[in-house]
């Protein structure tokens, strides 16, 4: 029977964060995410100050073994107090993240989920996992099309570490790789939609939490409380079915009411539509004095290819009107 995730109080969250901060303080952290519960006495051999578990089988939430920390939550959980300690990670490692027969509910190293997880980690760190768990194709298409760049690293780099420390269930240990990963964000650029401005950049939407009013991100279904808990300023966004013309207006009226309802100054967007975003600009502008609000919103994607009819509109050129 698939386990309920511990749900931890704010008290306990913040006693948690409290303490990751004052033991992560200084020397290297690597993260460990759905490392199951065995602790590897390897992993007291890796260059490493402090070796963090998660995984939501643990049956403490915190414990310390040396220089091993366990956090026993879901990812989502642990990466929320890991961004409330302020804690920026050398190394993450998810070889194995238990779908299907271990019931893992999402792919960790999928990029709704990576895209949560970046802000704790350094703008260059390793990154170790598995494309072979996933289809290498759907790897290289999907799940590691983030704004970075990623060098494979073989066992000649000093950086290299063996992956079968972290796991020997055959299929995937032997296949599991290793990157050194420098963030790389995209250049923002505007443009005007009536009297609004709106900004695209390929960019970590989480990178600019503290400054947005409001975030409307994609999620997991299963996640979506998790999601709102871990980010009080976030909030689900939803596919319009079928992309139809009625439930696009549908979809945009809803968020323009929510953002005038609330006053929502900027708004901080994900892809959506699928690529088709002529309606929804033509939507903004027709709608302009209705709902005032957001007078800026900015959209950010983690694939190259995201909102490329509104790169052409913006040009790369400075602010401009459509």
Not at 191 to 197: D, L, M, Q
């Amino acid at each position: 029977m698939r386990r309920t995730p511990y749900a931890t109080s704010e008290l306990d969250e913040k006693s948690l964060a409290a303490m990751l901060r004052e033991r992560l303080k200084t020397g290297k952290s690597l993260v460990y995410f759905a490392s199951g519960r065995r602790v590897r006495k390897e992993y007291y051999s890796l260059p490493y100050n402090h070796i963090v578990l998660v995984d939501y089988n643990f049956r403490s939430t915190f414990a310390v073994r040396g220089k091993v920390i366990i956090v026993g939550m879901t990812a989502l959980q642990a990466t929320a107090v890991f961004q409330a300690a302020g804690v920026k990670f050398d190394a993450f490692v998810c070889i194995n993240e238990g779908l299907s027969e271990g019931g893992g509910y999402y792919a960790i190293n999928g990029n709704w989920s990576m895209g949560t997880i970046l802000p704790i980690l350094k703008d260059t760190y390793l990154h170790i996992a598995c494309p072979t768990y996933y289809g290498r194709s759907r790897w290289r298409d999907q799940m590691f099309n983030l704004p970075q760049q990623a060098e494979l690293l073989d066992a000649t780099d000093p950086a290299y570490m063996n992956p079968t420390v972290f796991s020997d269930y055959s299929r995937y240990g032997e296949a599991a790789c290793v990157w050194r990963v420098t963030k790389e964000p995209g250049k923002a650029v505007s443009f005007k939609v009536g009297n609004r401005t709106l900004t695209l950049q390929r960019k970590n939407i989480w990178d600019d939490y503290d400054m947005l009013d409001t975030l409307m991100v994609r999620c997991s279904p299963s996640e979506e409380r998790q999601l709102q808990l871990m980010a009080p300023k976030a909030k689900p966004l939803y596919r319009p079915r079928h992309y139809s013309r009625e439930a696009q207006d549908a979809n945009f009226e809803a968020m323009l009411h929510y953002c005038n309802l609330h006053r929502i100054e900027k708004l901080g967007l994900t892809p959506w539509l699928g690529g088709n975003y002529t309606r929804f600009l033509n939507y903004l502008q027709a709608h302009q004095d209705r709902f005032p609000y957001p007078q800026s919103l900015y959209l950010y994607h983690l694939h190259r290819n995201d909102y490329r009819e509104l790169y052409k509109l913006a040009d790369g050129t400075e602010t401009q009107t459509v």
